[in-house]
């Protein structure tokens, strides 16, 4: 299965400012996934960006917010925008099976805190 | 796509086999039963997925009812490290589209 790096794994930020979250993966995949988890809680989707074209938001999550940039095959960033508290939140990339036998695999996640 | 129900928590006992089970009674016909893992302060773990066979790997199985409107995750000799979140997920295809996760069953695995 793929191996994800994702940087930074964590940080804390000031309430105002933006954090960009990247994601590099070692094989060229199509479709690359971000989810946020809030505090006990379970995943949910942000966004799905494939390469060469605008992501794809999930209701509720807004471009302006969350920018994503997704280069080439084997990278993409998130953008979290004009951070208030409620920002604060674990962000995971995710990245479709590498055949049939192989499940979506994780990134180990940003722990993003919010002052 | 189609919405899973699962247990809040469930208790199991170090060497026992923990049985997690899953309904997703408005699953259609193309769509596949996935469970994942999230350990705490760790990414989900893939575990296993099936369409209607009942499926075996390294790690579980994967019993699929033949109306396909319920499942259960079967973790044989379950171990204080399987203590996790488990993710009983309903998705199109093998492998693409998105996920969309509920939220799970807390599997504590006491000695």
């Known amino acids: 299965s793929a191996v994800i790096s994702q940087k930074p794994s964590r940080d804390i930020c000031q309430r105002g400012t933006s954090l960009t979250i990247q994601c590099q993966v070692d094989?060229?995949?199509?479709?690359m996934f971000w989810y946020r988890q809030q505090p006990g809680q379970s995943l949910t989707l942000i966004a799905t960006a494939n390469q060469g074209s605008e992501a794809t938001y999930e209701s509720g999550f807004v471009i302006d917010k969350f920018p994503i940039s997704r280069p080439n095959l084997t990278f993409s960033t998130l953008t979290v925008s004009n951070m208030s508290p409620e920002d604060s939140s674990i962000y995971l990339c995710?990245?479709?099976?590498?055949?049939?036998?192989?499940?979506?695999?994780f990134g180990s996640g940003t722990r993003l805190t919010v002052v | 796509d189609a919405k899973t129900t699962q247990p809040t928590s469930m208790d199991c006992a170090e060497g026992r086999a923990a049985n997690l089970p899953c309904n997703h009674s408005?699953?259609?016909?193309?769509?596949?039963v996935y469970w994942y893992r999230q350990i705490h302060s760790q990414g989900p773990q893939y575990i296993i997925h099936?369409?209607?066979n009942n499926e075996t790997n390294e790690m579980a199985s994967l019993i699929i009812t033949e109306d396909r409107k319920s499942s259960t995750l079967i973790l044989p000799h379950a171990t204080l490290r399987d203590t996790a979140v488990y993710y009983c997920i309903v998705g199109r295809s093998s492998n693409t589209g998105k996920l969309i996760f509920g939220q799970g069953t807390t599997l504590q695995v006491k000695p």
């Open positions: 408005t699953i259609s016909g193309n769509e596949y």
């Open positions: 995710s990245v479709e099976g590498q055949g049939r036998y192989y499940g979506y695999t």
């Open positions: 094989s060229q995949v199509t479709m």
């Open positions: 099936g369409l209607k």
